[in-house]
């Protein structure tokens, strides 16, 4: 189940935006309320928490003024997946309404992804063990059964001098005094299959489900390398871990979580508003078909991924653009009634720059600072400078 144990206040979550963001309190605000709010439905009672929707934001502001950062910066925060993209690459030639789905596709990947390393941070522990023993096999290979009889002294001496010598070697590997030493293993050769299919007619989807099906079918190889023990590690740990992690359970827990807590920072929305370049003919019928294609996922809809369906119903989706040229009201009205927190963010003026260059967690002053001193060089930059 999702840990309803990491989120925070409204208070809380505005203080952590607060070291990296100057300024923009009531989008902090905003976006700190409807976090808060997922918390709040999780914890809702069973029969509630389906009739919970989440309040959808649109921010207003010119570029530069930190839409994207506050969205990027909520989602870590939260732990949660997070999708970024353009609404303006829905109108390049190609696109057409299911292409508008690959956000959700691409939500479920970094949901996976989340889970993924989630689990190998569970298994390390034992696929570390494993590896270990990989290695060690590599450099003093344990003792074979003889079918030829032999004095039992005379097996029992070898097998305590073989024991001893692999302990003495395995206490080695731990302490890293043999990482440059080369072994050869045996690893999974991951040969990509890449399919081509002629003629129209099948989406990204199925092309992936079938290339993932004939990738399945075709035979497991294994291929020797040589390689240091350092790059064995690196090259076996992976390995060992994908063994130990059960897919079909990270699939179960990424849907979750990609349901339950992903957010999608569409950013450019002004880009396909109607009054975006003045006039009412040519590329508009495109803008207000991309806003149409749009409408169904934000309304929420059951969007098919390579890892299960994924309804969209409780996704946050946050939008943002500038609106110099069109007007939010330019919008299809079904559309503007999905975004119903609208913040506009002020324009950002000398103090707040100056604040922007000093404050903020990963200040640029502060990044050249650390820099520097990964030479043992103190830099320091006083007001005057700035």
């Not at 034992?126 to 290695?135: C, N, W, Y």
């Not at 920072?265 to 495109?286: H, L, N, Q, R, T």
């Not at 989706?317 to 999905?338: N, T, V, W, Y």
């Amino acid at each position: 189940m999702l840990d309803t144990e990491k989120y925070f206040t409204p208070k809380e979550i505005v203080a952590e935006l607060d070291k990296y963001i100057i300024g923009q309190r009531d989008a902090k605000k905003n976006v700190a309320i409807a976090l808060r709010n997922r918390w709040r439905r999780m914890n809702a009672k069973a029969d509630m928490r389906k009739e919970i929707m989440p309040n959808n934001i649109l921010m207003i502001g010119p570029t530069g003024v930190g839409k994207t950062e506050i969205a990027r910066r909520l989602a870590d925060l939260a732990e949660a997946p997070f999708a970024k993209v353009e609404a303006s690459k829905f109108t390049e030639v190609g696109y057409v309404g299911r292409d508008v789905e690959s956000m959700v596709r691409d939500l479920m990947e970094q949901s996976v992804a989340m889970v993924k390393a989630q689990k190998q941070k569970e298994v390390n522990e034992k696929a570390r063990e494993l590896v270990e023993d990989i290695i060690l096999d590599a450099l003093i290979p344990p003792l074979k059964k003889n079918t030829i009889s032999l004095p039992s002294d005379t097996n029992s001496q070898d097998e305590d001098l073989n024991e001893k010598t692999r302990e003495r070697f395995r206490e080695k590997i731990k302490n890293g005094e043999l990482e440059d030493r080369k072994i050869e293993i045996s690893i999974e050769n991951r040969g990509s299959s890449n399919v081509g299919i002629v003629g129209g007619g099948i989406d990204e989807v199925s092309m992936m489900n079938i290339q993932e099906m004939i990738g399945n079918m075709m035979p497991k190889k294994n291929k020797k390398r040589k390689v240091t023990i350092a790059e064995a590690r690196k090259l076996l740990l992976e390995e060992e871990s994908a063994k130990l992690i059960d897919m079909d359970e990270v699939k179960e827990l990424a849907l979750l979580k990609c349901e339950n807590t992903g957010i999608i920072f569409i950013d450019e929305i002004d880009k396909v508003a109607s009054g975006a370049k003045g006039g009412k003919a040519g590329a508009d019928v495109s803008r207000e078909g991309v806003q149409r294609d749009l409408l169904p996922i934000v309304e929420g809809s059951a969007v098919n991924t390579k890892y299960g369906i994924v309804n969209t119903d409780h996704i946050l989706f946050i939008a943002a653009g500038a609106f110099h040229f069109a007007k939010p009201s330019d919008m299809i009205p079904e559309l503007q009634g999905r975004f119903p927190i609208r913040v506009e963010l002020e324009s950002l003026t000398k103090e707040d720059f100056n604040q922007i260059l000093k404050n903020p967690k990963n200040a640029l002053t502060k990044q050249y600072e650390a820099l520097l001193d990964a030479e043992d060089v103190k830099l320091t930059f006083n007001d005057d400078a700035l």
